[in-house]
Structure formats: structure tokens, C-alpha cells
């Protein structure tokens, strides 16, 4: 498959930087602007996104993904280039492997009190003749602790028109969410959990006017999510379990989804 290939040649490409002299890599970093990657790879029981089950038959997913981040690029804005692709682990899904690209700025406001993101994602299916392809210039705004709380709580507001990407692609529309996060200090004992450890829990609310021959709905889905980390030199172990209320009949049949996770990535 190209988009195999593609990450294949990806992973090369890395491969090759970290076995550089240091002088090498460190010429990167000095010659000006510092250059963060992060590899990842998960595996998720279902492939819900958004609220729908994409495969429409509870079927699992591998989902890779590279992120190059330039911090403080300009005026201490960051700018991050990030390729994803979603590829089922069961046959029947072929025309739904999926490889996004996505480029955005984000920037931090009033001592980083607030974070306004802004990007653009191009959702590509490379088995598909392209006219599910679809455009995403999206706009995320960021409240990183809302006041008057007992506990440290952000609140998260995000919009992404989807334009067409052919002229007989799916119909355009909004898609919008709010959602609301919190991390929590989990014990230091037993061994079970490291010191600083965290438990992330969150949930969002989706909706949309329409998209891709959606019934309109401003709350179609609620989901719950839960999530830690644990490190080990330079990689990252994050376990995750997520639960979606449905709130409309029109989308997956209006049943709730419950499903879980586990990512691994690589930071240099």
C-alpha cells in the first residue's frame, strides 16, 4: 500500500537522523530553530472518531503517527507539521485506510492563561478514488484553568469546516465541540504507578449542522475519556479507555461506544 510505504520511508528518514554524528544532529538545533519530533504508534479497540464508529462494525485500528513541532518559531508561536494514518487490523476496511496531514500555529496568551490554535487537516483514503477526501481548516481556542474551581480544569472550544476535496466528495459543513479537562496526582505506591504520575480524564461534546449528510444535530455525542502516561527513558506508554454517549439515533444507530487504547511514542 502507498501509505505503508509512505511511513516505511518516514521511519527510514528518522532512523538515518538519529544515527548521525552528534555533531550532526546537534547543527540541526544550533544552526537556528529548534526542532522537536515525536513518533507514536496506537492501537485502538474500535476507530471511533467523533463520536461514529468509522468501520461501523466495532473493528479495531493501528494508528501511527509523526509530529514535527517547531517551538517559538515566530513571535512565540509554535508551528507543528504532523502526518496520522488510521489502517484497520481486520479485512473489509480497505477503502477506509487513512493518512491525514495536518499543519498548524499555536500560540500562548497572558502568561499561557489562554492557547489559540489554528490548522488545517487533509483527510486523504489513497484506496479510494478520492472523492471521500475531504478539507478540515479548523480554529481551537483554549481556556487552560478556568477560576473559582477546587481543582485545575481547562475548557476547550474548537471548530473545522469540512470542504470537499472533489466536486462529488460528501457535503460540506461544521464540525464543532466543547469539552472540558482536568489531570489528577495518582499515589506513588506499590509500585504501580511512577512519582508525578498523572491521570488525564476529559470530555467533549460533539455537533454539527449537517456534514457529510449528517441530520443536523448541535449535541449528537458525549465522550468520556481517561488516560496515563508511564515513561521509560525517551519512550511513553499511554493506556486509555474512552466511553461515547449517543444522543442521536441517526449515528451508529444511536448506541453508546465503549473502547480503549494504547499508545507508544518516541520523543528526540
Known amino acids: 500500500m502507498k501509505v505503508?510505504?509512505?511511513f516505511k520511508q518516514i521511519a527510514l528518514l528518522l532512523l538515518a537522523v538519529?544515527?548521525?554524528p552528534v555533531s550532526e544532529v546537534l547543527a540541526l538545533t544550533l544552526?537556528?530553530?529548534e526542532l522537536e519530533i515525536t513518533v507514536s504508534d496506537a492501537y485502538v479497540s474500535r476507530y471511533i472518531w467523533r463520536g461514529q464508529d468509522l468501520f461501523g462494525d466495532n473493528d479495531g485500528a493501528n494508528q501511527p503517527s509523526i509530529d514535527?513541532?517547531?517551538?517559538k518559531l515566530f513571535y512565540g508561536t509554535d508551528l507543528s507539521l504532523n502526518v496520522w494514518g488510521s489502517f484497520p487490523v481486520t479485512g473489509g476496511h480497505e477503502d477506509s485506510e487513512e493518512l491525514d496531514y495536518t499543519v498548524s500555529f499555536?500560540?500562548?496568551?497572558?502568561?499561557?492563561?489562554?492557547?489559540?490554535?489554528?490548522?488545517?487537516?487533509?483527510y486523504d483514503y489513497p484506496n479510494t478514488s478520492s472523492t471521500a477526501d475531504v478539507n478540515e481548516p479548523w480554529l481551537s481556542f483554549t481556556w487552560n484553568e478556568l477560576p473559582f474551581l477546587p481543582l485545575p480544569v481547562s475548557m476547550t472550544l474548537f471548530g473545522g469546516y469540512d470542504f470537499k476535496a472533489r466536486s462529488e466528495g460528501p457535503e460540506e459543513g461544521w464540525y464543532f465541540s466543547w469539552g472540558f479537562d482536568t489531570e489528577l496526582p495518582l499515589p506513588a505506591a506499590g509500585g504501580i504507578f511512577q512519582e508525578g504520575q498523572t491521570v488525564a480524564l476529559g470530555v467533549v461534546n460533539w455537533g454539527q449542522d449537517g456534514v457529510a449528510g449528517l441530520t443536523p444535530s448541535s449535541?449528537?455525542?458525549?465522550?468520556?475519556?481517561?488516560?496515563?502516561?508511564y515513561a521509560a527513558g525517551p519512550f511513553t506508554f499511554t493506556p486509555n479507555m474512552h466511553y461515547s454517549f449517543m444522543h442521536e439515533d441517526t449515528i451508529n444507530g444511536g448506541k453508546n461506544e465503549l473502547w480503549g487504547g494504547l499508545e507508544v511514542s518516541y520523543a528526540f
Not at 111 to 119: D, H, K, P, R, T
Not at 222 to 229: K, P, R
Open 4 to 6: 505503508k510505504i509512505l
Open 18 to 20: 538519529l544515527l548521525c
Open 31 to 33: 544552526a537556528g530553530q
Open 68 to 71: 514535527f513541532t517547531f517551538p
Open 106 to 122: 499555536s500560540r500562548d496568551f497572558m502568561e499561557e492563561a489562554f492557547n489559540i490554535s489554528v490548522g488545517n487537516t487533509y
Open 219 to 229: 449535541l449528537y455525542s458525549t465522550e468520556l475519556s481517561a488516560s496515563t502516561t
